[in-house]
């Protein structure tokens, strides 16, 4: 009951405290096949006069979902490198998307631990202009998904990407990152990487460097370990490292060829003639196969091992039946093999030979008194040096 006394006024303060701060609304315009992308910024969400000295070097970590649901919708995604950078809300918004949502951000301040909430209205539309049927897909192996969520590195990469394409206006339609699609995570050494997708649409054609790129040829290239065909210039490079070998392209130009919709019927097959049904299922009996099927397998078992009791138990021979069964000529061999034995071993315990030093102990285990190393008359040399 003490420790609960103890936590009621911090527990008041803290609603007091969440009371105090309002919660702020954003209302937000996505376009439908476009990429979104909202910064979570630090000062949008602590912007007091007290806290805006320890912005820069403040910890501070979000947490984003639908209104009304524990996640963020299935086309948005959330991303945040490290508590001290900011964070981003990003995605494509599908067809079927389109309308009014709700996404609560609460952001959490790690030193102070201030919380405020942020509400961001969501109205997706259809976008106007028109279509972007010519697209294109690249993998940047030199930056991380949060490096080109920015406007300023995704305006520099369309820059450097129009030298490649047709004239004409390009646009980011999604942008994901090589983790999300399979791509392994890499090793903790500086200069490496994630990579991230990034798709783009134009209402131009295609280049011919970009068809050659995606071509049949470039591709045998690239499974044997070279470098695709490029006929022109890499625009991109150095500031955007592009693997070549993973750039698919996707002309929406030409309509696909529609699969015939199948209707649905009734759910009654066609009169077959040839077809003819049992009215009624005759009865059977199942007592004498479940028994054939218990009973016979048991039997076997049963059979199989009175024999091998009768094998091992009543076939045994003894030793004297085998004696018995021995000629005395092969009896008295193996007598005196045994007795020579016998008489070797006791001539070799009375011989005056010493025991080897690796044999004899260091010490009396029972007094304790150390033995000293005999000489072995064995190492004694037979003739000696005479000056």
């Given at each position: 009951?003490?420790?609960?006394?103890l936590?009621?006024?911090l527990?008041?303060?803290?609603?007091?405290?969440l009371?105090s701060?309002?919660a702020?609304?954003?209302?937000?315009y996505?376009?439908v096949?476009r990429?979104?992308?909202?910064?979570?910024?630090h000062?949008?969400?602590?912007h007091p006069p007290?806290?805006?000295?320890?912005?820069?070097?403040a910890s501070i970590?979000?947490?984003?979902?639908?209104?009304?649901?524990?996640?963020?919708p299935?086309?948005?995604?959330y991303?945040?490198?490290?508590?001290?950078?900011?964070?981003?809300?990003?995605?494509?918004?599908?067809?079927?998307d389109r309308g009014?949502?709700?996404?609560?951000?609460?952001?959490?301040?790690?030193?102070?631990?201030?919380?405020?909430?942020?509400?961001?209205v969501?109205l997706?539309?259809?976008p106007e202009?028109?279509r972007?049927?010519?697209?294109?897909?690249?993998?940047?192996?030199?930056?991380?998904?949060?490096?080109?969520?920015p406007?300023?590195?995704?305006?520099r990469?369309?820059?450097?990407?129009?030298?490649l394409?047709?004239?004409?206006?390009?646009?980011v339609l999604?942008?994901?990152?090589?983790?999300?699609?399979?791509?392994?995570?890499?090793?903790?050494?500086?200069?490496?990487?994630?990579g991230v997708?990034?798709k783009?649409?134009?209402?131009?054609?295609?280049?011919?460097?970009?068809k050659?790129?995606?071509?049949?040829?470039?591709?045998a290239?690239?499974?044997?370990g070279?470098?695709?065909?490029?006929?022109?210039?890499?625009?991109?490079?150095?500031?955007?490292?592009i693997?070549?070998?993973?750039?698919?392209?996707?002309?929406?130009s030409?309509?696909?060829?529609?699969?015939e919709v199948?209707t649905?019927?009734?759910?009654i097959?066609?009169?077959?003639?040839?077809?003819?049904?049992?009215?009624?299922?005759?009865a059977?009996d199942?007592l004498?196969?479940?028994?054939?099927?218990?009973?016979?397998?048991?039997?076997?078992?049963?059979l199989?091992?009175?024999?091998?009791?009768?094998?091992?138990?009543?076939r045994?021979?003894?030793?004297l039946?085998?004696?018995?069964?021995?000629?005395d000529?092969?009896?008295?061999?193996?007598?005196t093999?045994?007795?020579?034995t016998e008489?070797?071993?006791?001539?070799?315990?009375t011989?005056?030979?010493?025991?080897?030093?690796?044999?004899?102990p260091?010490?009396?285990v029972?007094?304790?008194?150390?033995?000293?190393?005999r000489v072995?008359?064995?190492?004694?040399p037979?003739i000696?040096?005479?000056?």
């Open positions: 009951m003490a420790a609960l006394f936590w009621i006024p527990l008041v303060a803290l609603r007091v405290r009371g701060t309002e702020q609304q954003t209302t937000l996505p376009l096949g990429i979104f992308v909202h910064t979570l910024d000062a949008t969400f602590f007290e806290d805006t000295a320890t912005l820069p070097s970590t979000y947490h984003a979902r639908l209104q009304g649901h524990p996640d963020l299935r086309w948005l995604r991303t945040q490198r490290s508590p001290s950078q900011p964070g981003f809300l990003y995605g494509t918004a599908t067809p079927g009014r949502q709700i996404i609560e951000v609460t952001a959490y301040n790690r030193d102070t631990f201030d919380t405020t909430q942020q509400t961001l969501l997706i539309q259809d202009g028109s972007l049927p010519y697209q294109a897909e690249f993998l940047v192996r030199s930056h991380d998904v949060e490096e080109v969520l406007s300023t590195p995704t305006s990469f369309l820059m450097a990407l129009g030298g394409w047709e004239p004409g206006e390009l646009q999604n942008i994901t990152s090589a983790l999300d699609c399979g791509g392994r995570v890499p090793l903790p050494i500086e200069g490496r990487k994630e997708y990034i783009v649409g134009s209402a131009s054609p295609f280049s011919t460097c970009l050659m790129v995606a071509s049949p040829d470039s591709q290239r690239c499974a044997q070279q470098s695709p065909l490029l006929s022109c210039y890499d625009t991109l490079a150095p500031h955007f490292r693997d070549w070998c993973n750039v698919s392209l996707v002309d929406k030409v309509p696909a060829p529609e699969d199948s649905l019927g009734d759910g097959l066609e009169y077959d003639p040839f077809f003819c049904p049992p009215t009624e299922a005759t059977r199942f004498t196969d479940a028994l054939v099927t218990l009973l016979v397998p048991l039997l076997v078992a049963l199989l091992t009175l024999i091998l009791a009768y094998v091992m138990c009543c045994r021979e003894g030793r039946k085998r004696d018995l069964a021995t000629s000529i092969q009896m008295v061999h193996h007598s093999i045994h007795g020579n008489e070797l071993r006791q001539m070799a315990d011989r005056e030979v010493p025991r080897p030093l690796s044999t004899l260091m010490f009396n029972r007094t304790g008194e150390r033995l000293p190393p072995d008359s064995a190492q004694v037979l000696l040096d005479q000056h």
